[in-house]
């Protein structure tokens, strides 16, 4: 199984109204949590540290209620985990989709069969992503990129 | 411009009536919709979110409506008005009504009508003061405060004996049942205050009165009842979302000791006082009472509800069961042979025909569509039949009664929706409206779900409460109420608690609710800790409470005898019951939480929910689209932040 994944880069137009820049990125990998959630797809949420996860879990449950996500940080909620689950650490169960918010692409990305990765703006950041980027390419998964825009609505009747 | 636009207009009679009124969209939406109900005699559903202003917004097209009949000479609009609870009642009439009658230039008669157990009854208070029983120096001082008051009272309702505790032991004596009222026999018939409200009612142009009684009245559960609804054009239920649950309990039947023990408790009086020559009549109560006593002892000791229908398959509650009835119907056969000697002891004898009937019903557990269930106080037990829906009956005589209806409360829909409720009650085609509340919850509170929690059953749950709540306490200076699913758990938490925060803890079962709530008002930094179901109907304004914190979704009991009938129905149906009756039960239970503690533009509050499943589980969705948009964290920190501000 070849993992699919995706970058997607915060540029100008992906701006959001009342979302600051340094969260941009957080704002977008939120919304394909809840993208995927409503695919009856599993979302594993990979971050750097407890704050971080932190972070995305308080940014998840105060998003706008038609694109609830019902998730959990590791550590707490239902055994097998709710429908996202975020951590930093490893998994510990199986699911389909991998969103990654840390500065490498971590060993276990093979396991999943979407990985999905941001740009943003700031230089530093992109960098890392580059690299990233070029990771992937080594770990020969199907790496395609596009910019992060504005969402369409999100059918929630599907 | 509609009498009722020009009403709620600047140039208003609200306006002229109402220092500082000012018109609101939302306001007079819901009465253009109230006044169309009325004219056109559909069924409206309104929810009107806090602060909305609902009761101005169905008061004055009713009374509007009322006046224009009565201008045009044709004929009376009598006009219902029911509330869920005594006090509201009072409120709207001593308070609300007479100030839009005012401002309306109305002059529509109004009346209160509260329940039976309100008024003085004079036979039974010249009864008592003939037989005298053993009284405690307490209640016979509170009787003598009631004999006296009886003397001046126009209307007997017991609410103005201000000088006596509203629970003392004295007002049973000195009010009626249905069971022990004499009605037509009853000597002091002509000046019943009882009978005399209920008239004054069946006149009235309006008249305020609780979903009880309407329901009672309904159901024809009273005599004397059924006379007033008929009359009535325009039928208006504020509080509604309670008015499913009530509908079937009157819908439903009852058979208790209690009823049994009062029996007794009179044919031994009357055996003592007139009939001593009837021996066997002392013989026949005593042995009932024993009966029924014993039948109590059964059960457990702590009070609990349960399932009715598979008590009575188990053999040793059968047999007892049918001893109550050998020995009802032993007590009914020696009645008989005194009837017609005295009017009380017909009375009794009408009892013993009516708990004979009853106790058939409870016999007959294979009755299809209901529900059997039981629960039992320290001292008595309660069989129930309940009808698992009354959709068909009551929508049937919304549909006859040829009258306006107007549902109305702060919660009623679920997920923007309707449906829950009106098909509960069989009012699927009335036509509804949604009016957000004015209050900017988004700024002015907080839904918390804190991290982290320990699972319900987890031997650290308790202290993982008390962990969370220490910051929110010092934070809100005490204005906090915590309550729990479960007492066990509450009382841990008040063990922990005390010895980490210095504020006094009032906890449930230290005295009445009443008192608790009365200090707990009192004493600035005195935090209340209770039970789920204490917080319905408490009314703490402002500052007072900024912070409660629930440790449990209030998802209704799987246990619960008549949840599972109505589940088990649902099911049968190919529906799913957690989504068609738990889901929207508990929503219901939290928006009513959430309009506690914000009500008014002015007041904060932060509302910690110690439950992840709302996080973590897809239903968490309906909750939250259901609720007002406060500002979501998880962050007790960030929580208690807020609350020290607020100070």
């Known amino acids: 199984m070849q993992t699919q994944a995706m970058f997607y880069s915060i540029e100008e137009q992906s701006k959001i109204a009342g979302v600051s820049e340094q969260q941009l990125h957080l704002y977008y990998a939120c919304l394909q949590a809840a993208y995927f959630y409503r695919q009856n797809q599993r979302v594993f949420i990979y971050t750097q540290d407890q704050e971080s996860a932190h972070n995305i879990d308080e940014m998840l449950w105060a998003f706008d209620p038609t694109s609830f996500v019902p998730h959990n940080l590791i550590g707490e909620g239902p055994k097998q985990g709710a429908a996202v689950e975020i951590s930093w650490q490893a998994p510990t169960n199986r699911r389909a989709v991998l969103i990654n918010l840390t500065s490498d692409v971590p060993n276990f990305a093979n396991q999943f069969s979407h990985l999905i990765d941001f740009v943003p703006a700031d230089e530093t950041l992109k960098e890392q992503a580059r690299n990233r980027f070029r990771t992937c390419r080594q770990w020969n998964f199907n790496v395609a990129h596009q910019v992060a825009s504005a969402p369409q609505p999100i059918d929630t009747t599907s | ?647």
């Open chain 2, 1 to 647: 411009m509609s009498a009722v636009e020009h009403a709620f207009s600047h140039q208003g009679a609200l306006a002229k009536a109402i220092n500082g009124f000012s018109p609101r969209q939302a306001q007079l939406d819901m009465a253009m919709e109230v006044a169309k109900a009325i004219e056109q005699k559909n069924s409206l559903v309104v929810e009107a979110g806090t602060g909305t202003g609902k009761t101005f917004a169905y008061l004055i097209p009713a009374l509007l409506a009322n006046k224009a009949d009565a201008e045009s000479d044709q004929g009376q609009k009598k006009i219902i008005v029911s509330t869920g609870t005594k006090n509201l009642q009072e409120q709207l009439f001593h308070k609300d009504l007479p100030l839009i009658r005012k401002a309306l230039a109305s002059n529509a008669q109004v009346a209160l009508l509260k329940g039976r157990a309100n008024y003085l009854c004079i036979y039974r208070l010249e009864q008592y003061q003939n037989s005298r029983g053993q009284l405690d120096a307490q209640t016979l001082a509170d009787f003598v405060k009631v004999r006296s008051w009886a003397n001046g009272t126009r209307s007997g309702d017991i609410g103005e004996v201000v000088n006596v505790m509203e629970g003392s032991p004295v007002f049973p004596f000195v009010t009626s049942t249905v069971d022990n009222c004499l009605a037509k026999d009853c000597p002091n018939i002509d000046d019943c205050y009882l009978i005399k409200a209920r008239e004054k009612a069946i006149d009235a142009d309006l008249v305020v009165v609780n979903h009880h009684l309407f329901f009672a009245d309904m159901a024809l559960k009273d005599s004397g009842f059924g006379e007033l609804i008929p009359k009535a054009d325009v039928m208006i239920f504020d509080e509604a979302h309670q008015i499913a649950d009530i509908a079937s309990e009157y819908f439903g039947e009852a058979f208790s000791t209690r009823q049994l023990l009062d029996l007794c408790t009179d044919v031994l009086q009357v055996y003592r006082s007139e009939l001593t020559d009837v021996k066997q009549l002392g013989k026949a109560a005593e042995k009932l009472l024993k009966t029924s006593q014993e039948f109590r002892l059964l059960f457990n000791y702590d009070p609990e509800r349960g399932n009715w229908r598979e008590k009575h398959k188990q053999q040793r509650f059968s047999h007892a069961f049918t001893l109550l009835k050998t020995d009802l119907d032993f007590l009914y056969q020696v009645i008989k042979l005194c009837v017609s000697r005295n009017e009380a002891i017909d009375n009794c004898f009408d009892r013993a025909v009516n708990l004979l009937t009853q106790y058939e019903v409870m016999a007959d557990v294979d009755a299809m569509g209901m529900s059997f269930w039981y629960e039992t106080t320290p001292r008595h037990v309660v069989l129930h039949k309940t009808p698992l829906s009354v959709a068909d009956k009551f929508g049937h005589y919304v549909k006859e009664s040829g009258a306006g209806w107007i549902f109305t409360s702060a919660t009623l829909a679920v997920d923007g929706a309707f449906q829950h409720f009106s098909s509960h009650l069989g009012i699927e085609h009335s036509a509804s409206l949604l009016l957000d509340s004015p209050f900017d919850y988004a700024k002015q509170s907080q839904l918390v779900i804190p991290r982290y929690l320990p699972a319900a059953n987890d031997r650290n749950r308790a202290k993982a409460l008390s962990d969370l709540a220490k910051p929110l306490i010092e934070a809100s200076k005490g204005a906090c109420f915590m309550l729990f699913t479960s007492y066990r758990v509450m009382h841990q938490v008040a063990e922990l608690l005390a010895e980490e925060v210095d504020n006094r803890l009032l906890v449930q079962g230290q005295m009445g609710k009443r008192k608790l709530l009365e200090e707990f008002v009192e004493q600035a930094d005195a935090v209340l800790l209770a039970t789920a179901s204490f917080w319905e109907g408490v009314d703490v304004r402002g500052d007072k409470l900024t912070c409660v914190i629930i440790d449990k979704l209030p998802f209704a009991s799987p246990d619960d005898p008549l949840l599972q009938a109505r589940s088990e129905d649902v099911k049968r149906q190919g529906k799913d019951p957690f989504a068609q009756i738990q889901l929207p039960q508990a929503v219901i239970a939290l928006k009513q939480g959430v309009g506690r503690l914000i009500r008014d533009v002015s007041d904060n509050g932060v509302l910690v929910i110690c439950d992840d499943r709302l996080v973590n589980r897809p239903y968490g969705e309906v909750f939250l689209k259901s609720l007002p948009e406060m500002k979501r964290s998880r962050d007790i920190k960030q929580a208690a932040n807020f609350l020290s501000k607020l100070g």
